[in-house]
């Protein structure tokens, strides 16, 4: 329990940040010797971590279940593709109820739950959107012109936008424009990237860093071995995609230090399911797409200096569905 006199009046300000395709071996925290993950090794020490923190297999009924705090079957949200990926226009999303609750609202990233009126995130209580269409760049959804993670077309509300730089870089560039022009009023921050999802595209001083420079026998032997066979060339694709997002997520921290806002402000980080291709994945069994823990245990950090003690692990299960209620 929170002691009564350290509660601030100040209402915190929350950021979310969710990976897609991220397993819980791609990171440095959770025994992956290989993958360099420094800013959020060094943010899980600072957490509460949920280390029985359970999403859909696929991403969009995760991300449907994250917005209503409700199993995805409830929202219409089945799958990722024909249709299924469609959240129903008349549910309550955690932006809408933090606008009631006098917070400014913004989505930078991937939406993946609807792209046209009544469903998108505009529509779904977001004031200020920077998002790319369907389940990622690189797919149908994509405005011609628009299909690589470089000089990406956006959708900037609602309005389509063309982008300079990397994907992730841009997403983050419009995340902390956001959060510097709303510092002084109590905001969410929905930071969605489209990294490490296929295609796999990246810059080439991150790919450098693994190519040719990864090993099997470097990966601890424990639980289930890799189901598959594990072509290290994506590997390392993958894990340059995911440095890139660890320099990011170090972008996002060191505005909160320079705003003056880091104690009042909860963030969390997570990724959307497991793996979607054969590598190692901490020893569980199967990867995205099935429901063993490989493709539904994911990591969980929660930060809140103001409120919550660093560096604590909590061994209750957990699940998408528990973020929207425990916000609000």
């Given at each position: 329990p929170v002691p009564k006199q350290s509660l601030g009046t100040r209402k915190p300000n929350v950021i979310v940040v969710i990976t897609d395709d991220q397993g819980h071996g791609d990171l440095g925290y959770h025994g992956n010797p290989v993958i360099k993950t420094p800013h959020l090794d060094k943010f899980a020490k600072q957490s509460v971590r949920m280390k029985n923190f359970y999403v859909a297999p696929v991403c969009s009924?995760?991300?449907?279940?994250?917005?209503?705090?409700?199993?995805?079957?409830?929202?219409?949200?089945?799958?990722?593709?024909?249709?299924?990926?469609?959240?129903?226009?008349?549910?309550?999303?955690?932006?809408?109820?933090?606008?009631?609750?006098?917070?400014?609202t913004g989505i930078f990233g991937k939406w993946h739950i609807g792209d046209n009126y009544p469903l998108r995130a505009i529509d779904h209580g977001f004031q200020e959107t920077l998002i790319l269409k369907g389940g990622g760049i690189g797919q149908p959804s994509d405005p011609p012109g628009g299909e690589s993670y470089f000089n990406p077309i956006l959708q900037h509300n609602g309005k389509a936008v063309k982008k300079e730089g990397y994907c992730t870089d841009v997403i983050t560039d419009a995340a902390l424009d956001y959060i510097g022009k709303n510092k002084d009023s109590p905001f969410f921050c929905y930071i969605a990237f489209n990294c490490p999802h296929t295609p796999l595209e990246l810059p080439k001083k991150y790919y450098d860093l693994y190519k040719d420079k990864i090993k099997l026998d470097q990966f601890p032997k424990v639980g289930h071995p890799i189901e598959g066979k594990v072509d290290l060339d994506v590997t390392a694709k993958i894990y340059g995609m995911i440095t890139n997002i660890d320099d990011n997520f170090a972008r996002i921290l060191a505005k909160l230090d320079e705003l003056g806002i880091a104690d009042d402000t909860i963030v969390i980080f997570m990724t959307d399911n497991g793996p979607q291709q054969p590598r190692y994945n901490s020893g569980m069994r199967g990867r995205k797409g099935t429901v063993f823990e490989g493709g539904t245990r994911v990591p969980f950090f929660v930060r809140w200096p103001a409120q919550l003690p660093k560096d604590r692990d909590i061994d209750r299960i957990a699940a998408h569905i528990d973020i929207a209620p425990t916000l609000v």
């Amino acid at each position: 329990p929170v002691p009564k006199q350290s509660l601030g009046t100040r209402k915190p300000n929350v950021i979310v940040v969710i990976t897609d395709d991220q397993g819980h071996g791609d990171l440095g925290y959770h025994g992956n010797p290989v993958i360099k993950t420094p800013h959020l090794d060094k943010f899980a020490k600072q957490s509460v971590r949920m280390k029985n923190f359970y999403v859909a297999p696929v991403c969009s009924p995760t991300r449907a279940s994250l917005m209503t705090g409700r199993y995805n079957y409830r929202t219409g949200v089945v799958d990722t593709f024909v249709g299924r990926s469609l959240m129903h226009p008349d549910e309550v999303t955690l932006a809408e109820i933090l606008q009631t609750l006098g917070y400014r609202t913004g989505i930078f990233g991937k939406w993946h739950i609807g792209d046209n009126y009544p469903l998108r995130a505009i529509d779904h209580g977001f004031q200020e959107t920077l998002i790319l269409k369907g389940g990622g760049i690189g797919q149908p959804s994509d405005p011609p012109g628009g299909e690589s993670y470089f000089n990406p077309i956006l959708q900037h509300n609602g309005k389509a936008v063309k982008k300079e730089g990397y994907c992730t870089d841009v997403i983050t560039d419009a995340a902390l424009d956001y959060i510097g022009k709303n510092k002084d009023s109590p905001f969410f921050c929905y930071i969605a990237f489209n990294c490490p999802h296929t295609p796999l595209e990246l810059p080439k001083k991150y790919y450098d860093l693994y190519k040719d420079k990864i090993k099997l026998d470097q990966f601890p032997k424990v639980g289930h071995p890799i189901e598959g066979k594990v072509d290290l060339d994506v590997t390392a694709k993958i894990y340059g995609m995911i440095t890139n997002i660890d320099d990011n997520f170090a972008r996002i921290l060191a505005k909160l230090d320079e705003l003056g806002i880091a104690d009042d402000t909860i963030v969390i980080f997570m990724t959307d399911n497991g793996p979607q291709q054969p590598r190692y994945n901490s020893g569980m069994r199967g990867r995205k797409g099935t429901v063993f823990e490989g493709g539904t245990r994911v990591p969980f950090f929660v930060r809140w200096p103001a409120q919550l003690p660093k560096d604590r692990d909590i061994d209750r299960i957990a699940a998408h569905i528990d973020i929207a209620p425990t916000l609000v």
